[in-house]
């Protein structure tokens, strides 16, 4: 008795100890499957053409890395190894069952398969309940990306309780109702298992009495089948949740990769060459362009020829073309006809890390990233010293309401750089245009959402920012070029 205590002592510690080890060992692999998961979704995002972010709102993109992955996270940490436990415990003791009475192991597998007909038909219903689920939940978050971003805007109209109205009944409403009718499809399914399960225990005691009253079985072998029928059914249950968990999976690893299947439709060529250090000379060769492909043409039969080092001013209304052209320059989108080149290098032909690596830009919305002054400044190169970014803040006029900031070029300008007026944070992005320096500069309405003290310090600074590279400058209305000095 006392080496069986042991023993059994034994067996349960090491039970523990293994126990703990498999939940490390997959927590550890899961969080890595899971980081590398999002590692990817990120980089694929990242280079995503422009036209696909026109398309999908970032608060979607949010739910699909956080929201979706999380999702996936509660299959590989629990559900992969426990599943395969219950499937072995399982057919371990329906081969127990069957030595014990095979006739009565028959019921038993009968069973079984009524369950995975069950769980079959219901796996359709729940697919697409997790589907719509996932997909509102995407929707919400878009809704609030959207709110918390314009809540200026907002309060400025008083629209707060519209607002709310709006988020309620549209979104989370929806929301809620969503996951009630996910809610229902789980409800229905489990009770249908609990009660598949009672109806074949009742026909086992059934059939196990009259077994047992006709001599063919004893009472002892019945009761040693009943428990291991009680076995039975508790992997059965376990599974049973598995498998609601795999759906809810299935339908999160269905939208991410929707977005891991989105096809670039602006990719490096398999024989794209890095682009070296360039001029600036820009050709455009009969050049049209349609956003859609039956759609209008927005640019038709251009051609340019802009040398090394001139400023070119593009002027017309909303609509016209112009950012459109120099991101066919930049290679945002590629042209539907003609062809551009820089130095005599078509743009589809080299890399777009490298052609973009040589253009500085300047838009009317100036983006901060959240971090200090001089960190923002640096985006422009990253290898820069501080007295090189401190220098090209000195150049384009900054340096003096940068010194006045709390801490210097070490204050944090906070996200989206709110800390900071426009006409500052243009400022900034000047310099950071200017750090990277570039041998293509594009302006594009740079100048029009700011002060008129502002637009002076810039304008003394324009002639040093243009000089020696070739420039394209964008504006509405043509007194914008002229306010600025450019020739």
């Known amino acids: 008795v006392s080496q069986s205590r042991y023993a059994l002592l034994l067996v349960q510690t090491l039970g523990f100890l293994g126990f703990r080890v498999q939940l490390m060992h997959m927590a550890q692999a899961g969080q890595h499957v899971l980081q590398s998961l999002r590692d990817e979704l990120f980089v694929h995002v990242q280079y995503l053409s422009i036209s696909f972010f026109s398309r999908y709102e970032a608060g979607r993109l949010i739910a699909r890395i956080i929201s979706d992955v999380n999702t996936i996270r509660e299959l590989i940490n629990y559900a992969v190894v426990g599943t395969l436990r219950e499937v072995l415990t399982l057919f371990g003791i329906i081969i127990v069952m069957a030595r014990i009475n095979l006739t009565l192991t028959g019921v038993a597998v009968v069973v079984l398969v009524v369950l995975i007909v069950i769980a079959n038909y219901w796996r359709i219903y729940a697919r697409d309940a997790y589907l719509q689920v996932s997909e509102i939940n995407s929707q919400v978050n878009a809704e609030l990306s959207e709110s918390f971003n314009g809540v200026r805007v907002t309060q400025a109209f008083g629209r707060q309780a519209h607002n709310y109205d709006r988020f309620r009944t549209t979104f989370n409403l929806r929301l809620r109702e969503a996951f009630m009718r996910a809610t229902l499809v ?112 927005i640019l ?64 009317q919305e100036t983006h901060l990233f959240t971090g200090t002054v001089m960190d923002n400044i640096r985006y422009g190169r990253l290898n820069a010293t501080d007295e090189e970014i401190i220098h090209a803040a000195q150049t384009v006029g900054a340096h003096e309401f940068i010194t006045q900031l709390e801490h210097g070029y070490h204050t944090e300008v906070r996200e989206g750089g709110t800390l900071l007026s426009m006409g500052q944070r243009q400022l900034i992005a000047y310099a950071r245009a200017l750090l990277a320096d570039p041998r293509i500069l594009i302006l594009d309405e740079a100048t029009s959402n700011i002060d008129t003290q502002t637009e002076k310090i810039i304008q003394s600074a324009l002639d040093k920012v243009l000089e020696g590279r070739t420039s394209f400058v964008i504006a509405h209305r043509l007194s914008t070029i002229t306010r600025s000095g450019i020739s």
């Not at 249908?192 to 006709?214: N, P």
């Not at 795999?246 to 269905?254: D, E, I, N, P, V």
């Not at 459109?324 to 042209?335: E, G, N, P, S, W």
């Open 186 to 297: 789980s409800a229905l399914f489990f009770p249908s298992i609990e009660l598949v399960g009672g109806i074949a225990i009742g026909a086992l005691i059934y059939l196990g009495g009259s077994l047992v009253l006709s001599d063919v079985l004893d009472v002892f072998t019945l009761l040693t089948f009943m428990l291991y029928v009680d076995q039975f059914f508790f992997p059965v249950r376990m599974l049973a949740q598995r498998y609601n968990l795999f759906q809810a999976t299935m339908a999160a690893g269905y939208k991410i990769f929707q977005v891991m299947d989105w096809k670039i439709e602006v990719d490096d060529r398999p024989n794209a060459q890095p682009l070296p250090r360039i001029e600036g000379h820009v050709r455009l060769e009969d050049v049209s362009f349609q956003y859609e492909r039956d759609g209008e043409a």
């Open 300 to 363: 038709q039969s251009i051609n340019l020829d802009v040398p090394a080092g001139q400023t070119i001013a593009l002027v017309g209304h909303t609509g016209a073309g112009k950012s459109t052209l120099v991101k066919l320059i930049m290679r945002f989108h590629d042209a539907t006809q003609g062809r551009i080149t820089i130095d005599g290098y078509d743009v589809q032909e080299v890399t777009q890390e490298s052609l973009r690596r040589q253009f500085g830009v300047v838009l």
